[in-house]
């Protein structure tokens, strides 16, 4: 049997790769998985016919400028998917890109599911109208959306969330220190700026100057994303800061390190900044109190905020139901309003200990998915359910 799997970002990838072992297991080696993917689906032996790397953009005016490179990789996957013709699709996210395939797909005959729904009860839930027509079941990942989904007539089942399954093991402090240099006896801030190339440029040198104001009392860790290339993230943390003229150095004294592996990073750390996304769930798995920060271009940012229905943007809030980490959106992203936030969670006291609380809640309501069917993992739960969908 074939299947095709898309996910154009570094979750997605990850989720994606997830999903192929799980199928795997169930119908066996023989199972052939092709699509749009990176390193890791690579690495759970999908054929990507396109390179995630290749069109991973956000923000609206972003996307615009990437249009020829983004055309290019709709029309080669969906020209693979004529000639493998696939028993199913599997759509992870990235709506921008997977709701244009999901249109192409169901004209060809061939079924999609929807696997981590794109945040349309959040933002911009006109797009409801094509999972309508063109998505046979929605497999979602937070116990809110099935019922968000139904009531607009769509089938939905809610399979858990997949990193609340993972139990990877963490190196201890001082391994994992020496593997980068790193001082085991200074506190550490996890800095987590995205997983895209445009989101990178953008929250990197406001991180940097983040770290310049906090100082060099701290070792500051960013761990690379996969989708993302060592040196390309290492110029852009090393790039001039933004901040107004005379505003304070124009070099951080700060050393800024490079590592991989995100969750020993967050485990280590004793605070975060967090780009917005699936890090920030990382992030209150690991139960480290963190700033939520995200910023696009401010033309996106002007035709977009009107489509946003919700009044908190990072999903541990929106797990919660309430406000439990800060979040600087677009002008209030800027390093001295991080640092403000950050030296009310560094240092012990009631609001870390309010916050810790908080990602602690969040932790339990998605390591115990109740309403999830069966007693498999996530992932295993959504391999049955695209292996049902399959024609």
Same mark, same amino acid.
């Given at each position: 049997?074939?299947?095709?799997?898309?996910?154009?970002?570094?979750?997605?990838?990850?989720?994606?790769?997830?999903?192929?072992?799980?199928?795997?297991?169930?119908?066996?080696?023989?199972?052939?998985?092709?699509?749009?993917?990176?390193?890791?689906?690579?690495?759970?032996?999908?054929?990507?016919?396109?390179?995630?790397?290749?069109?991973?953009?956000?923000?609206?005016?972003?996307?615009?400028?990437?249009?020829?490179?983004?055309?290019?990789?709709?029309?080669?996957?969906?020209?693979?998917?004529?000639?493998?013709?696939?028993?199913?699709?599997?759509?992870?996210?990235?709506?921008?890109?997977?709701?244009?395939?999901?249109?192409?797909?169901?004209?060809?005959?061939?079924?999609?599911?929807?696997?981590?729904?794109?945040?349309?009860?959040?933002?911009?839930?006109?797009?409801?109208?094509?999972?309508?027509?063109?998505?046979?079941?929605?497999?979602?990942?937070?116990?809110?959306?099935?019922?968000?989904?139904?009531?607009?007539?769509?089938?939905?089942?809610?399979?858990?969330?997949?990193?609340?399954?993972?139990?990877?093991?963490?190196?201890?402090?001082?391994?994992?220190?020496?593997?980068?240099?790193?001082?085991?006896?200074?506190?550490?801030?996890?800095?987590?700026?995205?997983?895209?190339?445009?989101?990178?440029?953008?929250?990197?040198?406001?991180?940097?100057?983040? =770290? /310049? @104001?906090? %100082?060099?009392? #701290?070792?500051? &860790?960013?761990? !690379? +994303? *996969?989708?993302?290339? $060592?040196?390309?993230?290492?110029?852009?943390?090393?790039?001039?800061?933004?901040?107004?003229?005379?505003?304070?150095?124009?070099?951080?004294?700060?050393?800024?390190?490079?590592?991989?592996?995100?969750?020993?990073?967050?485990?280590?750390?004793?605070?975060?900044?967090?780009?917005?996304?699936?890090?920030?769930?990382? =992030? /209150? @798995?690991? %139960?480290?109190? #963190?700033?939520? &920060?995200?910023? !696009? +271009? *401010?033309?996106?940012? $002007?035709?977009?905020?009107?489509?946003?229905?919700?009044?908190?943007?990072?999903?541990?809030?929106?797990?919660?139901?309430?406000?439990?980490?800060?979040?600087?959106?677009?002008?209030?992203?800027?390093?001295?309003?991080?640092?403000?936030?950050?030296?009310?969670?560094?240092?012990?006291?009631?609001?870390?200990?309010?916050?810790?609380?908080?990602?602690?809640?969040?932790?339990?309501?998605?390591?115990?998915?109740?309403?999830?069917?069966?007693?498999?993992?996530?992932?295993?739960?959504?391999?049955?359910?695209?292996?049902?969908?399959?024609?």
């Amino acid at each position: 049997m074939r299947v095709l799997i898309s996910a154009g970002e570094a979750s997605g990838d990850h989720y994606g790769a997830g999903l192929a072992r799980a199928l795997r297991r169930q119908w066996g080696e023989q199972l052939e998985v092709s699509g749009l993917g990176g390193s890791e689906m690579r690495q759970a032996g999908c054929d990507t016919v396109v390179d995630a790397h290749d069109i991973a953009v956000v923000g609206i005016t972003e996307v615009v400028s990437s249009l020829p490179r983004i055309r290019r990789g709709f029309h080669r996957l969906l020209q693979e998917a004529e000639r493998r013709r696939p028993a199913v699709a599997v759509l992870i996210d990235f709506p921008d890109f997977n709701l244009r395939l999901a249109k192409q797909l169901h004209r060809r005959g061939i079924p999609v599911v929807y696997f981590v729904s794109p945040q349309m009860w959040a933002w911009r839930s006109g797009r409801v109208k094509q999972i309508q027509r063109y998505v046979s079941k929605m497999i979602v990942i937070f116990p809110f959306e099935v019922k968000w989904f139904r009531e607009r007539g769509i089938e939905a089942e809610y399979v858990g969330y997949p990193l609340a399954d993972e139990r990877p093991e963490v190196p201890p402090r001082e391994q994992f220190a020496a593997k980068f240099a790193l001082d085991p006896l200074k506190p550490w801030i996890a800095l987590l700026p995205g997983s895209r190339r445009s989101e990178a440029a953008r929250m990197a040198p406001r991180m940097a100057y983040t =770290a /310049a @104001l906090l %100082g060099d009392e #701290f070792e500051y &860790v960013v761990p !690379v +994303a *996969p989708s993302l290339e $060592a040196n390309e993230l290492a110029r852009l943390f090393s790039g001039r800061f933004l901040q107004p003229a005379g505003a304070g150095p124009r070099h951080s004294q700060a050393r800024i390190v490079l590592a991989t592996d995100a969750r020993a990073v967050l485990a280590h750390a004793r605070a975060a900044v967090v780009a917005s996304g699936t890090a920030t769930v990382q =992030a /209150a @798995l690991a %139960g480290t109190p #963190f700033v939520m &920060v995200y910023r !696009v +271009a *401010p033309s996106s940012y $002007a035709l977009g905020r009107w489509m946003v229905r919700v009044a908190n943007f990072a999903m541990p809030n929106l797990i919660a139901g309430r406000r439990i980490v800060p979040e600087l959106v677009q002008g209030r992203f800027t390093a001295a309003n991080v640092v403000r936030e950050l030296r009310k969670i560094i240092p012990d006291g009631p609001e870390r200990s309010q916050m810790v609380a908080g990602l602690a809640e969040v932790r339990a309501r998605l390591s115990t998915p109740e309403g999830a069917s069966g007693a498999a993992t996530a992932l295993d739960r959504a391999a049955t359910a695209v292996l049902q969908a399959a024609r």
